[in-house]
């Protein structure tokens, strides 16, 4: 057993020393590298919190339900951020509904997680205003119809999809 905190403990250290080797090395090149300074990969930093989350899942199995939204959460601003900082902020005023989207994707991996219906139910409420968002910005709603219509399906059909997966679990 202290052999197996040994190996955990030592895998979270390298983890985080790799981390920092690696933001060392983004803060080097954007000195070296025209056009790509902090100015731009800040949103890099942002992947610190998530490997120290990752970290902490490997050493405890169990905490999978405590870290998974804010490294769904992160990651997915990371990039975002990144796309804007290399594209144009401009866009900020067309992709806003991305703003919901990152806790619904988090809430969504709380459901996968956990596998517990109330996390569901955020995540499609978030995830369905950002669709109907987009499709006002892009004036079309034909896939924000197929979806309404996908995630009615999910909720008439919940009885028998847990009746299906309670069936596969028991022997």
């Not at 100015?39 to 490997?51: C, G, R, S």
């Amino acid at each position: 057993m202290e052999e197996k905190k040994n190996k955990e403990y030592n895998f979270g250290v390298l983890v985080l020393g790799s981390i920092l080797v690696g933001v060392g090395v983004l803060m080097l090149a954007a000195n070296i590298i025209p056009h790509l300074g902090m100015a731009k990969l800040w949103p890099l930093f942002m992947l610190i919190p998530v490997a120290i989350l990752i970290a902490v899942f490997i050493q405890d199995k169990t905490k999978l339900s405590a870290v998974i939204f804010p490294v769904i959460l992160l990651l997915f601003y990371c990039g975002y951020f990144l796309w804007l900082n290399f594209t144009t902020w401009e866009y900020a005023a067309t992709t806003w509904p991305n703003f919901l989207i990152g806790p619904g994707l988090g809430f969504l991996g709380l459901y996968f997680a956990a596998r517990k219906w109330e996390f569901l139910i955020p995540a499609i409420i978030l995830l369905m205003l950002a669709a109907i968002f987009y499709g006002a910005i892009i004036e079309n709603t034909l896939i924000v119809g197929i979806l309404f219509i996908a995630v009615g399906l999910l909720f008439i059909l919940k009885p028998l999809i847990l009746a299906v997966t309670k069936k596969k679990m028991t022997p």
